[in-house]
């Protein structure tokens, strides 16, 4: 989603801006450009498509000697992409980049004549207005603060005025900015790895506070334009994580990660083989009386959630309800005062995931984020937050998240399930300690071999259509192996609870297409092996994804990859890796951007 990064200092603004602005790219966007004060006053540059297109342009296009500016990745919502829609956006006096969405600003842009807007975005609009306010004023905080109160949705500003040159002015309502101090110069950016290679020293700002950088000075002024004192915190996160360390793509390096960061994520909720969370929930009674869960989460975290649904139903013995959250908080959740919210998100950032989360505290019910990004907003705004240990993740299409997400919640089951005595010590050991080879032995295993991932792929990506079956948990993993392929390969994929495929969708199976059969659950063998005689007879090509013991589906299947054998509690998270692995090199085959799909952003920060 689109990125925001200001600087001002000592060093060269122009390279230190596309510089961020490449860092930003991870984010998902489709067109660029900058703002930098000249000795000719602010000069603008913007490109439809790729930074390092921006990038060729900036470099004939600026000066040398530049100090301060703005730079924005843009990820259209308001207007296609195109060079006149990219930010910053403005007039002769004021430039912003806005990150976010004016939700009034069709009732705004009346009180001007139309033949002044030039773009179709709803961000020129707050220009306009900043513009007018400034001028009446003469004021810089009191415009912004003034331009806030007219603006309705959410926001993310970086202001740059013509007549104040070496200053960046930001302002935020529900969508992330953090202010950078580094010694060479004090940055904005909506995410810290836009300035992580200069400083990891931040300062957060809060919803509706309006901040003034120079290159030597922070100050931050609240509603009332009342200074308020700072608080500065230090970012954790490590440069190199951005590094693609020797593979060719984010991705893969993802995945292959996915056994060290499972390890340290086991390693810090657990003790001794059993749940230990005492690191950030001190008290068991947080625990204890669950009437029901309610987890609330999008894209791939979903589907974390689903799983987590069938781990705490299966072992806690606690009903579950798992909803998308851009649903759940428009829809009247039937919510008792003994339940429980799951709030699952990678960038702890997701608008529609935190408006669940603040619609949920609103009603006073105990809520758990379980978030990867140290600080994030949904971090901060839960009762209680679990942190996965996934480290960094770069490439738009989440992976290690995705296990070690599973992997929290399959850890939290067992805890509920102690609380509750569903489970006693001895048999959680025992679980936990079978658990454990999924990270030492399994999935290591299946990143050994990738040649069966590669031959699937082959027969996937000669493929306009693909369905994935499964039951029981099987069938949520198809729904996250359905969601890999599309989003990284473009072919059309449906995911399917096996027993529903004849209700309907059967129909559109015909010679050769392909049908991806996941088939780790032994109950379930045999009904799966009679599912996949359905599609077969009707022409299907068959791809397994089962266990090493599945004779009676490997023999009528047409391409098989194995998992290992290893204890059952396994089976879900080696699987994942795999359906990971099926989406990647079917990517791969198809020559296509992996790391940055199409239309697709990594952090969603509008609903
Ligand atoms: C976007 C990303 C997905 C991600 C989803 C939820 O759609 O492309 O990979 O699963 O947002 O993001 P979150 O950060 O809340 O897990």
Not at 229 to 248: C, L, W, Y
Not at 434 to 460: G, W
């Amino acid at each position: 989603m689109c990125g925001i990064i200001g600087y001002t200092g000592n060093d060269n603004a122009k390279e230190i801006i596309i510089n961020s602005l490449s860092a930003l790219e991870y984010r998902g966007y489709d067109s660029a450009g900058m703002s930098l004060f000249t000795d000719n006053g602010i000069s603008t540059v913007k490109t439809q498509g790729r930074v390092s297109e921006l990038r060729k342009k900036a470099s004939v296009h600026f000066p040398e000697n530049t100090f301060c500016g703005i730079g924005h990745t843009r990820w259209a919502t308001h207007g296609k992409p195109s060079e006149t829609n990219a930010h910053p956006h403005g007039t002769d006096n004021v430039m912003i980049v806005h990150n976010g969405i004016i939700e009034n600003y069709k009732e705004l842009k009346k009180e001007f004549d139309d033949s002044l807007f030039y773009s179709d975005t709803d961000t020129e609009v707050i220009a306009k207005i900043l513009d007018k306010e400034y001028e009446e004023t003469h004021d810089p905080i009191k415009s912004i603060i003034n331009t806030h109160k007219r603006l309705k949705g959410s926001y993310a500003l970086g202001i740059i005025f013509s007549d104040i040159p070496g200053t960046v002015f930001a302002l935020r309502k529900d969508s992330p900015l953090l202010i950078g101090t580094g010694e060479n110069g004090m940055f904005i950016a909506s995410d810290i790895s836009a300035f992580l290679k200069h400083t990891n020293k931040y300062i957060r700002l809060e919803d509706g506070d309006t901040a003034m950088i120079t290159k030597d000075s922070v100050r931050i002024f609240d509603t009332d334009g009342n200074e308020k004192s700072v608080k500065h915190e230090t970012a954790q996160r490590n440069a190199d994580e951005i590094q693609k360390g020797g593979f060719s793509h984010f991705m893969l390096k993802e995945i292959f990660e996915e056994p060290d960061v499972m390890k340290d994520t086991f390693s810090s909720i657990t003790k001794d083989f059993l749940p230990d969370f005492s690191e950030t929930i001190s008290d068991d009674s947080f625990f204890a009386d669950i009437g029901t869960i309610h987890i609330v989460a999008c894209g791939t975290a979903l589907h974390a959630g689903l799983m987590g649904k069938y781990f705490i139903e299966k072992l806690a013995k606690t009903p579950v309800t798992t909803e998308t959250a851009g649903e759940f908080r428009y829809s009247e959740p039937i919510l008792r005062a003994n339940d429980m919210a799951i709030i699952i998100s990678q960038s702890g950032e997701t608008a529609d995931s935190l408006a669940a989360l603040r619609m949920l505290n609103e009603k006073n019910i105990r809520t758990l984020s379980v978030v990867n990004t140290q600080g994030s907003t949904i971090a901060e705004e839960s009762e209680k937050v679990i942190y996965t240990l996934a480290g960094r993740e770069i490439a738009v299409a989440s992976t290690k998240a995705f296990n070690v997400q599973c992997e929290v919640l399959f850890i939290l089951a067992l805890k509920i399930a102690l609380v509750k005595n569903t489970l006693t010590s001895d048999e959680t050991k025992n679980i936990l300690h079978s658990f454990s080879t999924v990270f030492s032995n399994s999935i290591p295993s299946i990143l050994k071999n990738t040649a069966p991932f590669e031959k699937a792929a082959k027969i996937l990506s000669e493929c306009n259509n693909a369905f994935f079956i499964g039951r029981g948990y099987d069938n949520y993993l198809g729904q996250e192996a359905s969601l890999k392929l599309k989003e990284i390969t473009y072919i059309h994929s449906e995911a399917y609870a096996a027993s529903e495929l004849k209700h309907g969708t059967i129909s559109l199976i015909e010679d050769g297409t392909p049908v991806i059969a996941i088939a780790t659950d032994k109950k379930f063998f045999e009904k799966m092996r009679s599912n996949i005689e359905e599609v077969k007879s009707r022409g299907a090509v068959i791809i397994s994804v089962c266990c090493e013991d599945a004779d009676i589906i490997k023999e009528i299947s047409d391409c098989v990859i194995t998992l290992p054998s290893e204890p059952s509690y396994c089976h879900p998270f080696s699987a994942a890796t795999a359906i990971q692995l099926l989406a990647y090199y079917t990517a791969l085959e198809m020559g296509r951007d992996i790391d940055k799909p199409r239309n697709l952003a990594k952090s969603v920060t509008v609903e």
